[in-house]
């Protein structure tokens, strides 16, 4: 599900207009099955900090918390104006979102060392944990640390894989596309 903020103007402030556009957001998902949330920034010129922080930190905590499901938030097309508000939302909360920039994804919020770990799984495809943390150099419990705030954000997903060595094991992908879909 694409939501574009443009139709709405191209200034965003105060909480209150965060909250009734936080709103508009989750009843467009109560009526969808999709399991993206692109936040499409298109044409926005700047937003401020309590309106990034009501609409995205919120969305991104409730993700977090369970509440929204299984759905994965990317933001698109946001400029900096946009970008620096949504960062100090998510680095106040410890959270972290996916932004698609021309460069690829980017993490918003995210400490370097969870950044590194989005970047090579990004370039594993899918992995288990003993793999990422062999090629991050770190021991397999700190990858699965690391790995649960990235789960915790929508970032990867998850399915049971078949253990070599008996105990559970999972097999990770990226759950964002390196593309936005159409508008």
Known sequence: ???????????????????????????????????????????????????????V????SDRASGEMGDVSILIVNANDEVIHPIQSSMERRKLVVASLRPDGIRLIGAPEHVAATFRVAKSRGEFRTPELAADLGITVQAANNRLKQLLACGLLVRRPGIPQAGGKEYVYRVALPSEPMAA
């Open 1 to 55: 599900m694409r939501f574009v903020f443009h139709i709405f103007g191209a200034y965003f402030s105060t909480r209150e207009r965060g909250v009734k556009v936080r709103d508009e957001i989750n009843e467009a998902l109560r009526r969808t099955s999709e399991d993206l949330l692109i936040l499409d920034f298109d044409g926005v010129q700047l937003i401020s900090f309590s309106f990034a922080d009501e609409v």
């Open 57 to 60: 930190g919120r969305l991104v």
